[in-house]
């Protein structure tokens, strides 16, 4: 709600392609490589190192004026101050985060492969909704495969950005787009690549 349209690459972030003395840096060179938006995945179960590095995000995404998004965690965006957080099926509710992190905060939701979840997911609120993975994925190897159609589907009845994610590459990347995607959500294209820059900036190049 009141968020300025969505628009570029999404990097999101990956505690086995990033440990912690690399985390920080990576992602800033995601951003100078033109990443629109950020995002803090991390699974683990140490509370106490993750808020340490959701807090050092989002100093560096204030810094570039970049939204810090939180994967699952209302609690730890709230914490940090991040830009707002990103929502699964099983993570709590939206309007349970939209209380808690105010009316400006971006949420967005995960919909997987099912266009009514994303029309009640903008019925009641949120700022972005996210298909996929499109694409076979090493982050998510058994996750539910949309066909492309689907961002068609959405693009003609949606008003919210449509967030394409899972084994997105530069190459493949123009098929979601053209699609309908409004934003790419990337985490090993980006951060798997020995110049973390150079590959954010190929997908930036895409938008231009």
């Given at each position: 709600m009141n968020q300025p349209s969505c628009h570029g690459l999404y990097a999101v972030t990956d505690a086995v392609l990033l440990?912690?003395?690399r985390l920080v840096h990576a992602v800033e060179q995601a951003?100078?490589?033109?990443?629109?938006?950020?995002?803090?995945?991390?699974?683990?179960?140490?509370?106490?190192?993750r808020l340490i590095q959701a807090r050092a995000l989002n100093t560096l995404c204030q810094r570039y004026e970049v939204p810090l998004i939180v994967n699952d965690d209302v609690e730890l965006a709230f914490q940090v101050g991040a830009a707002g957080v990103h929502l699964g099926q099983h993570d709590p509710s939206l309007a349970t985060a939209r209380d808690r992190l105010?009316?400006?905060?971006?949420?967005?939701?995960?919909?997987y492969d099912r266009l009514d979840l994303a029309l009640a997911a903008e019925r009641a609120g949120a700022d972005q909704v996210a298909f996929g993975?499109?694409?076979p994925s090493p982050t998510k190897p058994n996750e539910i495969r949309p066909p492309?159609?689907?961002?068609?589907e959405a693009r003609a009845v949606l008003t919210v950005p449509i967030v394409a994610i899972g084994g997105i590459t530069p190459d493949n990347a123009p098929l979601l787009l053209?699609?309908?995607a409004d934003v790419l959500a990337v985490v090993s294209a980006v951060f798997a690549q020995p110049d973390i820059q150079t590959a954010a900036r190929r997908f930036a190049a895409l938008f231009t």
């Open positions: 440990p912690d003395d951003i100078l490589g033109g990443a629109r938006l950020i995002q803090y995945r991390d699974k683990s179960t140490d509370p106490a190192r105010g009316e400006t905060a971006l949420i967005g939701v995960s919909c993975a499109f694409f492309i159609t689907l961002l068609q053209d699609a309908g």
